[in-house]
């Protein structure tokens, strides 16, 4: 099922939802995962934990190759006959190639567990028992001291056995960070040896280790004991010559030098963790792509005094038969890497187009909005501009009907006006003294309705209907503004004849 004509539809329901689970995490191909799942027993979380920290070999498999290896195989007819000629003698057993010892990630551990401390009310509870404990305790050092014998008599008697002290750190020296420590080293180094042109990694172990793994390098792990007698020289003799310089920086070896004193805490756990048995001791540890996608190994181990004429060699020797492994590696993840680009790329140029679909369409709503808002507009503008004419046109036919008749005779409570329109048709007309001048605004503003009308019928005043009217009375000489607001009567604004002039009122003055 995980060979090249790997089909999804073989998979039940289940195993295709684990199958796109992982593969959405771990963005591997589908047909290259397939193995990993089947091994995890289809458990998403085993198999992707086996992807990301390197997966372990497994204890039953090899419990399996190991009895596999060891029954043996039904011997031929020719190697039957070939045993009793040669008295039922043994041929030699072939030797299984050994696995690459795995090269663990070490994060250092402080040497002292942090202290305890209660809350507050907790130790004010237990101060009378802390005070009682150390009366005791200092008392029985007193008496041990005054009777130096009894300890070891207590110590000789069954039951009595007393814990060892933990031994305390007898060097010297201040527990630190990775940075610091590695920075620590390399001063010291610097101390003692001088100058040299080795580029050592001033970081923690974890910090080379995880930079190894990502850019698919060679991490060469230095380890040194100063109070070893061989340090000196091999240092001096073989680390630091100018061949192993050279090889060491050489860019295209891809190295990464990372060295440190077992006399510091992180050192030390490297030493333990890589099978150091003899110092110096210098290890390369590199990716193993063959053993899991993750894993990294120890593929080559250097103890003790070796002069660069063996160093250089073990270390070619190493590199050069998992360089092409390698290489391989750093292909395929630069292919994945310009695949995941290249799916970013058209992830990027999609959303970027659908933004603009996005906002072209926004646009376009807006555009839709604004000319449905004109149109409204405009109809509302043209709806009130034609109730304002209808309701205008039924005022004036009201307003006609309500004019003050015309008096027919002349005398002093009579007024005879002559008013010049404003399309130069001269209307002459009497009014009564009495009557208000709006009498004569109305007759100007209904003069066309009573040109026109022949007794039509009762029309009512509109509703909600406030009438402007949209021109002034003007006598010429002396020039007087008859204005409607001022409510005076026709007699005492104009007397008993008068001249009028129609004016048009604009509409930036009405609005003024």
């Known amino acids: 099922m995980a060979g090249n004509d790997f089909d999804p539809n073989q998979l039940s329901t289940s195993q295709q939802e684990a199958l796109g689970t992982y593969t959405a995490v771990t963005n591997q191909d589908p047909a290259a995962a397939l193995p990993l799942l089947e091994r995890s027993q289809w458990n998403v979380q085993i198999a992707i934990a086996k992807f990301f920290d390197g997966e372990a070999p497994d204890p039953v498999e090899e ?10 195989a039904p011997p031929s007819q020719s190697s039957h006959q070939e045993t009793l000629m ?10 299984n190639p050994s696995r690459l010892d795995p090269a663990p990630r070490i994060v250092p551990q402080p040497d002292t567990q942090n202290v305890y401390r209660p809350p507050f009310l907790l130790a004010i509870l237990f101060t009378p028992f802390n005070l009682l404990y150390r009366l005791l305790s200092g008392s029985f050092r007193l008496f041990t001291y005054l009777f130096p014998f009894l300890p070891r008599l207590l110590a000789g008697s069954p039951g009595s056995r007393v814990q060892p002290r933990r031994q305390r750190d007898t060097t010297g020296r201040k527990p630190l960070n990775p940075r610091d420590t590695a920075a620590r080293f390399v001063r010291e180094f610097e101390e003692e040896y001088g100058q040299h042109d080795l580029k050592f990694f001033e970081n923690g172990y974890a910090q080379a280790y ?3 793994k990502k850019d698919l390098k060679f991490l060469l792990v230095v380890l040194l004991s100063p109070e070893h007698d ?31 004193s077992v006399q510091d805490s992180e050192a030390y756990q490297v030493s333990t963790a890589l099978n150091c048995s003899k110092f110096p001791f210098a290890a390369l540890v590199a990716h193993t792509p063959q053993d899991s996608s993750r894993s990294m190994s120890t593929i080559g181990r250097i103890s003790g005094l070796v002069p660069p004429s063996a160093f250089i060699p073990r270390l070619q020797s190493a590199i050069s038969q998992h360089s092409a492994t390698l290489e391989r590696a750093r292909q395929s993840r630069s292919e994945q890497q310009a695949t995941r680009n290249l799916r970013e790329e058209q992830n990027s140029a999609y959303e970027r ?65 002559s008013i010049r329109m404003t399309s130069g048709e001269r209307v002459v007309r009497k009014f009564p003294a009495e009557a208000d001048i709006e009498e004569l605004y109305a007759l100007v503003e209904c003069y066309d309705v009573l040109s026109s009308s022949s007794g039509s019928a009762e029309v009512t005043e509109p509703p909600n209907y406030q009438h402007q009217y949209r021109f002034r009375l003007v006598s010429p000489l002396p020039r007087a503004v008859h204005d ?3 409510g005076a009567t026709i007699g005492n604004q104009i007397g008993r004849s008068g001249n009028l002039l129609v004016e048009p009122i604009d509409d930036d003055e009405d609005d003024a």
């Open 63 to 72: 419990a399996r190759a190991s009895l596999a290896s060891s029954s043996p």
């Open 86 to 95: 040669n008295g039922f003698s043994r041929s030699p057993r072939p030797r």
């Open 210 to 212: 995880d930079l190894a």
């Open 230 to 260: 061989d340090t000196s020289t091999f240092v001096r003799g073989t680390l630091l010559s100018p061949e192993v310089v050279s090889y060491i920086n050489d860019p295209q070896n891809k190295i990464i030098l990372w060295a440190g």
């Open 353 to 417: 187009s659908l933004a603009q679909d996005r906002e072209r369409a926004r646009q376009r709503r807006e555009e839709e909005d604004a000319r449905l808002r004109v149109e409204r507009e405009a109809k509302a503008k043209a709806d009130a501009a034609e109730r304002e004419n209808q309701n205008l046109e039924q005022w004036k036919q009201w307003r006609a009907q309500r004019i003050l008749p015309e008096p027919t005779s002349s005398g002093d409570d009579v007024t005879r006006v």
């Open 484 to 486: 409607i607001a001022s």
